[in-house]
């Protein structure tokens, strides 16, 4: 036999083996700070769903990519007993949202079929509760005492201007996977409903509904961030006027995409941004032209680096699993 018709053939085998087996069929992709790790939870519940071991495997998203191949990713979706397959399974990675369309593109070309989740919350509440987390709970610092000034330049980060970009996000995974592939839930309505909630979710990625939803997750209080982070933070009046003055045309567009569902969104952040002070414009002047340069220039350099770690570790998956597959397929 051919080298090259073997090598084919052994392709063939291993991209069979990942989709037939135990291949993932929806992911969550975010936005982060927006009820994931609750939903990972409830989802843990369900008879037919397997979720991974732990979440937020971030797989398609940097050093997982660059450290595991395929076969360690599938094997998290595998049954625990040894049995058959449960029939749902899939991960929740926030980070996801944040991903480029490239990358975005290949997912699709190897994972064609899957069913997308993604959760929307009120811009303000999520930039906010995000920069809680970073500054206080991941960087060790005290809440009650970071100045304004590193709030408003945490909110120029670009994993805080990504994961606030919900129109790039959805342009995105729907063009890769098809309008319909993509479920946009609001973080209001997991708040006031979460049975219904939570039974358009298992609708979509083909889990058996009605499931009642376990009494304990009723009652779970969703958004934990002060008790990450140590002590209650309110946001002070200058760092809710900076997002809303520099996210209130991206969601006015979200409301455009959306059909008007978060209109209440608009009017409030365009309340907001109106009660404007000289000194706050003089203070997103400085922050925009010198503070947030810095952390900027050196993101765009890292991730140029980095993305062409990725494309390269793409380029192996595409070799391995799906080009000579395909190809074969067409013969």
């Known amino acids: 036999m051919p080298a090259t018709l073997l090598e084919s053939k052994k392709s063939m ?14 992911l969550g992709i975010g936005s982060m700070r ?3 790790t609750w939903l990972y939870e409830v989802l843990k519940c369900h008879p037919d769903i397997r979720v991974s071991d732990r979440k937020e495997m971030h797989f398609f998203f940097m050093r997982e990519m660059l450290q595991h191949d395929l076969d360690w990713y599938n094997a998290h979706f595998e049954p625990e007993n040894g049995g058959e397959p449960k029939p749902v399974r899939g991960e929740i990675s926030p980070v996801y949202a944040r991903l480029k369309a490239w990358q975005v593109n290949r997912i699709a070309k190897l994972l064609p079929d899957l069913r997308i989740i993604l959760t929307l919350r ?16 991941l960087n060790g610092g005290d809440v009650r005492r970071i100045r304004s000034i590193q709030f408003v330049r945490q909110v120029e980060r670009a ?3 990504l994961s606030s970009d919900y129109c790039r996000a959805i342009q995105i995974w729907s063009k890769a996977f098809g309008r319909n592939a993509l479920l946009i839930e609001l973080f209001d309505q997991l708040q006031n409903n979460p049975q219904a909630y939570v039974d358009r979710i298992l609708q979509h990625v083909g889990a058996t509904t009605p499931w009642v939803l376990p009494e304990k997750f009723m009652k779970t209080k969703v958004h934990a961030t002060n008790s990450l982070v140590g002590f209650k933070r309110e ?31 608009v009017d409030e952040m365009r309340t907001i941004r ?11 002047a400085l922050n925009l032209a010198l503070l947030s340069v810095p952390e900027r220039l050196s993101y765009e350099v890292y991730h140029a680096a980095l993305d062409a770690r990725l494309w390269r570790r793409w380029q192996h998956f595409q070799r391995s699993y799906v080009s000579d597959y395909d190809h074969a397929g067409a013969n």
């Open 13 to 26: 085998a291993k991209q069979d083996s990942f989709l037939r087996r135990c291949a993932p069929t929806f």
């Open 122 to 137: 009120h811009p303000i509440e999520r930039a906010w509760s995000q920069a809680l987390l970073d500054l206080g709970y």
């Open 274 to 284: 109106g009660k404007v002070r000289l000194s706050w414009r003089i203070l997103k």
């Open 235 to 265: 946001i002070p009046e200058v760092v809710e006027w900076y997002i809303a003055d520099r996210l209130l045309e991206p969601t006015e567009r979200l409301n455009q995409l959306l059909e008007g569902r978060v209109s209440n969104w």
């Open 159 to 161: 994993r805080t201007r």
């Open 34 to 36: 927006c009820g994931s």
